[in-house]
């Protein structure tokens, strides 16, 4: 059994052929796809796989989480295969979302947790703007 099935299996979750073409799309990169844009790089090896189930199987991917859900307000989700707390960086022009690896997060919640008394559970943290790429 491959290393991708048995994550899977880690997490109760039956192994199929689109489980593990999706897994392993997520895993191997860093663009942060949408639901589209998997369901697009499958068209090619996996025609058979509808983009409902791409929706279905990232649904429960998030449920027993195995991926997170990014919203960076373009109205549709993207997906992460890196579910330990980072911070992302989404770029107006080329629509890129960058991870940025030191997460500003832990700082901003232990503050929120002095002045507010707010108990944090998890947070998010977005930045906008634009990349070097296209400064
Ligand atoms: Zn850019
Ligand atoms: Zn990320």
Known sequence: MNELASILKTHNLKVTPQRLAIYSILLNTKEHPSAEAI???LSLDHPNISLATVYKTLDTFKINNL?????????????????LDHTHA?????????DIDESISPEITKQLCNDSGFKVTSSKVYLFGTCKDCQ
């Open 39 to 41: 369901y697009q790089s």
């Open 67 to 83: 991926v997170q859900e990014l919203n960076v307000g373009e109205g549709n989700f993207r997906y992460d295969a890196n579910i």
């Open 90 to 98: 989404f770029c107006n022009s080329c629509r890129k979302v960058i």
